[in-house]
């Protein structure tokens, strides 16, 4: 009897730890070399081809470069900066983001590009013309931050589009596919560059 329990309880942890390793996510970011029905091929960055199967509702996210006069009140943003002694945020990256997205992640907190950073996606509630460049107020859920964006602050615009940008030659990134046991993966969201833009 002990040991049928033993041996149900090594067959239920089996099943755990395959399930485990069938939820693997990864990141992944190349160029797309083919595309085969549902799925693309792509030769990622390290130089291994890897096929990744599309989920049937697929969000794919067009990135392109932008400028600060792209932004408009009312948008979302996603703002990647640093905090300054006054309380404001110098901006070093700023992501215009699509209508879809609206309200992903809305908050204030750490950014995992940078320790000494912060993430903030909010509303541009206020856009006024500094000394430095553009300065920006943002609100979010429970707060607000005003944002510096100088010169060199990189602005990226991402629109929703069709899966048909997914084609030979595009520069797409994912990241969150899921890593099948076959080594194929599959992925819910893919995005893809504008214009000789890197996405993220």
Known sequence: MKRQILTAAGAMLLASSLSFAQQQTVRLAGTITGVDGPAIVVKATDGNEVKVNLAEKLLVIA???GS?????????????GMPQPDGTIRAMQ?????ES?????EGHGPWRRDPKGTMTNAIVAERVTGVEGPVMTVKYKDGEKKVTIPVE????RYTQVDKSELKAGAQIAI???VKKPDGTLEAARVNVGRGGYVPQ
């Open 175 to 177: 990241g969150s596919a």
């Open 94 to 98: 700023i992501a215009i983001m699509a």
């Open 153 to 156: 602050a990189t602005i990226v």
């Open 63 to 65: 990135q392109e470069k």
């Open 68 to 80: 600060a006069s792209d932004i408009k009140v009312g948008d979302y943003v996603g703002v990647g």
């Open 101 to 105: 997205q609206r309200g992903s992640n």
